[in-house]
């Protein structure tokens, strides 16, 4: 007799996924997909060929796909969409081979080699260079292999925790009288938001550009931002997002936050929330698209201000 499929629970299918909640529940009404099964309590229960096309949505919204778009589309044209954009990545990115024996120490849980061979990669190339040439598409890559079930999730805790302990230590060896200088920044995610990876990418430019940063890690809520910004005398505050939170109550936290911060202080959102694809230049966010915008901003930022 064959196995009945496993059935995930809605909780299960947000942390396998990284689509939250109310974003299924949404889709549910919206687009009729996904469309769950109830279990004997009457609860939402995912079959795996919708949590696996639900995989393949979640890594399309974070290269910029809209929802719309997606959520209706067959799992041939999702995974053609996908293809597209991979063969984009290699051809503008690092080229596999560079990436690979940082994804071979992981899969393997040498954590010391895979710290040691972090640590050399950015003192070969430099803090700069080697957050953007190396620790953003490898974050990428594993984040990839992670929603194709090529790793498992307390590897991808692994990478992070690695990465963020080199990064760390590459900040801390900032000369101190680099960054006497402003902006002053205050970097945090959202409630919700638990991927900090951004946020610490974002601090190390903006450390060598100078900038004096105060991080909050990750989950601040709204009013403990603002009282920090005036406590820190911020001129800029940050955020980073991975896509994990809706779009629409990211908006509303984006629309709220900047009505209760100075119009002075500038508001800088990074990352792959739809909802900042769909945000005005004149609603006083700043979206930046990708970390090598970082710099030019801040040139513009201190230009306005000489």
Not at 145 to 157: A, T
Request: hydrophobic share 45%.
């Amino acid at each position: 007799m064959a196995e009945s499929p496993v059935l995930l629970g809605i909780t299960a299918v947000e942390r396998d996924t990284g689509i939250s909640k109310d974003s299924l529940r949404i889709w549910e009404r919206r687009y009729q997909f996904p469309q769950p099964l109830r279990d004997a309590l009457g609860e939402r229960a995912y079959p795996p060929e919708q949590v696996a096309k639900l995989r393949l949505i979640k890594r399309l919204l974070d290269l910029g796909h809209r929802a719309g778009r997606l959520v209706p589309a067959d799992v041939g044209s999702l995974q053609s969409l996908l293809d597209q954009a991979q063969q984009q990545a290699r051809l503008a990115g690092p080229a596999a081979a560079e990436l690979q024996p940082f994804v071979d120490a992981l899969r393997v849980h040498d954590v010391d080699g895979l710290r040691r061979m972090l640590a050399q990669a950015l003192l070969r190339s430099g803090l700069g260079e080697g957050v953007v040439s190396l620790i953003a598409p490898l974050t990428t890559q594993v984040g990839e292999l992670w929603m194709r079930g090529e790793l498992q999730v307390f590897e991808e805790h692994i990478y992070s925790e690695s990465v963020q302990l080199v990064l760390r230590q590459a900040i801390q060896a900032v000369p101190q009288l680099a960054r006497a200088e402003r902006p002053r920044v205050l970097l945090t995610t959202l409630p919700g938001e638990q991927h900090g990876l951004g946020l610490l990418m974002a601090e190390a430019l903006l450390a060598l550009e100078g900038c004096q940063c105060l991080s909050l890690g990750v989950q601040t809520p709204l009013g403990d931002i603002v009282l920090a910004a005036a406590a820190h005398r911020s001129d800029i505050v940050a955020l980073s997002f991975s896509g994990y939170l809706a779009a629409g109550p990211v908006a509303e936290a984006l629309a709220e936050l900047r009505g209760r911060l100075p119009a002075a202080l500038e508001l800088w959102a990074g990352g792959n929330s739809a909802a900042l694809q769909k945000r005005s230049p004149h609603t006083g966010l700043l979206h930046i698209a990708d970390l090598a915008a970082i710099g030019p901003q801040l040139q513009r930022w201190r230009a306005g201000r000489a």
